[in-house]
């Protein structure tokens, strides 16, 4: 079992950067490949990034690729994203996911992941 808590969404102007963190409870989080999603109000969740349990290996939606990394500290069980170049249509609320990893892979299919944050919420202004 593992538990999701995101932090550090806000509001920031665009052109602006966030920093996401998501800390996981469990003993076996460096066997977690994680990924990050959101959800914006009245559309359906999207991938935004996945990473592998080693972190060598990392995959970004098209729209956030270039502006968005994903990396992860397994020594104090967080993974984060980093969001550069923010755009007002990357208002939404961000969750992080993870899924026990067989092999050094990463999933970009939200149904793939088992544990699931609460969400933190990130708003764009223009």
């Known amino acids: 079992q593992v538990q999701l808590v995101e932090s550090g969404g806000g509001l920031v102007q665009a052109g602006g950067s966030l920093r996401l963190s998501c800390a996981a409870s469990g003993r076996t989080f460096s066997s977690y490949a994680m990924g990050w999603f959101r959800q914006a109000p009245g559309k359906e969740r999207e991938f935004v990034g996945t990473?592998?349990?080693?972190?060598?290996?990392?995959y970004y939606a098209d729209s956030v690729k270039g502006r968005f990394t994903i990396s992860r500290d397994n020594a104090k069980n967080t993974v984060y994203l980093q969001m550069n170049s923010l755009k007002p249509e990357d208002t939404a609320v961000y969750y992080c996911?993870?899924?026990?990893?067989?092999?050094?892979?990463?999933?970009?299919?939200?149904?793939?992941?088992?544990?699931w944050g609460q969400g933190t919420q990130v708003t764009v202004s223009s």
């Open positions: 996911a993870a899924r026990p990893a067989v092999s050094d892979s990463y999933y970009y299919t939200g149904k793939r992941y088992d544990y």
């Open positions: 990473i592998s349990w080693s972190g060598g290996s990392t």
